[in-house]
């Protein structure tokens, strides 16, 4: 009996050896390998329908990209578009279809939760879209030209009343000209780090609905900048914010907005608010002037986000004319100059 209880002994030991030694070349995960693993990451998701801005038209067979084509979808027959699994942070939207204006805004994207946002292209005119059986393509549905009221001698805006050029050359940073941004994307980088940022552009962009569309940027050196200082004080009790705009040839190139940052300023404790920074960047974008009718535009600070058809007719109109159009038959304000606007608080 023995001999045999050695023998099955000594097989044992051979076998545990060999399990021992062999296994360190195994790839067989344990327990501290799958603890390891990254969970699998659901994101966000964005979704929404584009559609033709001229008459509400669902726009299907549209791209929409992310993040310069990273992702890529076409909109389906009734306009819509749909990410998923999108990781969270800030993306770089753009909107493109044959025969309208590019649209390009920045949209924050959040885990497990789903984005909607609904674009509305403008018609660039410079293609018949939906062919009817009339063979003269044009903007307007008038069968022939009508001059318009303009008091310029120079060729008249197509569906432009003589009421919106009066709201810019009331509103607008050149007076008698149109100062706008160049066609394009305009970086904005905000120091601030400011969470309604993404919101407050998306809202911007669609009021433009033209060729220029601001964007959140990393960059510094970014035309327009937002910045905290407490040297806005220097422009008076009680003031908050200032926007300064530089132009040149009647093109805004530059911007810069003026916070008072979070503290005890002029008795009070105050804090930025998304309604302030609503406010400045209407100014950034071309809004020039104030406002009284309760909107967010008002020379007081008053809270509102809200954009009055005032403010929204002006911005809309000052993106579908040429920079430097003349609204009257005399211009006296500077082609270059630098604007600086300031807002108070009424500490309520």
């Given at each position: 009996m023995k001999p045999t209880r050695y023998f099955f002994r000594s097989v044992l030991v051979l076998v545990l050896a060999a399990f021992l030694t062999g296994c360190a070349g195994v790839n067989i995960p344990s327990w501290e390998d799958q603890r390891s693993v990254p969970p699998s990451v659901s994101g966000g998701t964005l979704s929404g329908f584009i559609n033709n801005r001229a008459n509400g038209r669902p726009m299907a067979g549209s791209t929409v990209s992310l993040?310069?084509?990273?992702?890529?979808?076409?909109?389906?027959p009734n306009g819509s578009y749909r990410f998923t699994s999108l990781p969270t942070g800030i993306h770089q939207l753009s909107v493109s279809a044959t025969g309208f204006f590019s649209f390009?805004?920045?949209i924050r994207i959040r885990q497990n939760r789903e984005t909607r946002l609904n674009i509305r292209l403008r018609p660039d005119g410079t293609t018949t879209l939906n062919p009817t059986p009339s063979p003269i393509?044009?903007?307007?549905?008038?069968?022939?030209?009508?001059?318009?009221?303009?008091?310029?001698?120079?060729?008249?805006?197509?569906?432009?009343?003589?009421a919106n050029?009066?709201?810019?050359?009331?509103?607008?940073?050149?007076?008698n000209n149109v100062a706008r941004w160049p066609n394009g994307t305009v970086g904005v980088h905000d120091?601030?780090?400011?969470?309604?940022?993404?919101?407050?552009?998306?809202?911007?962009?669609?009021?433009?609905?033209g060729p220029t569309t601001f964007i959140i940027s990393n960059d510094a050196t970014s035309p327009v900048t937002i910045i905290y200082d407490e040297g806005v004080r220097n422009f008076g009790h009680g003031v908050w914010g200032v926007c300064t705009v530089w132009v040149r040839n009647w093109a805004i190139y530059r911007a810069r907005v003026s916070i008072l940052p979070p503290g005890n300023w002029y008795g009070w404790h105050m804090t930025p608010t998304e309604s302030l920074y609503m406010h400045e960047l209407g100014h950034v974008v071309g809004f020039g002037g104030h406002t009284s009718?309760?909107?967010?535009?008002?020379?007081?600070?008053?809270?509102?986000?809200?954009?009055?058809?005032?403010?929204?007719?002006?911005?809309?109109?000052?993106?579908?004319?040429?920079?430097?159009?003349?609204?009257?038959?005399h211009s006296n304000v500077p082609r270059d100059g630098v604007f600086t606007i300031p807002l108070k608080n009424p500490f309520q």
């Open positions: 993040n310069g084509g990273q992702h890529t979808v076409l909109t389906g390009q805004t920045s393509p044009t903007l307007t549905p008038i069968p022939s030209p009508i001059p318009s009221p303009s008091l310029t001698p120079t060729p008249s805006i197509g569906g432009i009343t003589q050029l009066d709201l810019v050359r009331r509103f607008g940073w050149g007076g120091s601030t780090n400011a969470s309604w940022m993404p919101n407050i552009l998306n809202r911007w962009n669609e009021v433009i609905a009718d309760g909107g967010v535009m008002d020379a007081i600070a008053n809270g509102s986000t809200t954009i009055t058809s005032t403010v929204h007719r002006m911005l809309n109109t000052l993106y579908q004319l040429p920079i430097g159009h003349p609204l009257a038959r």
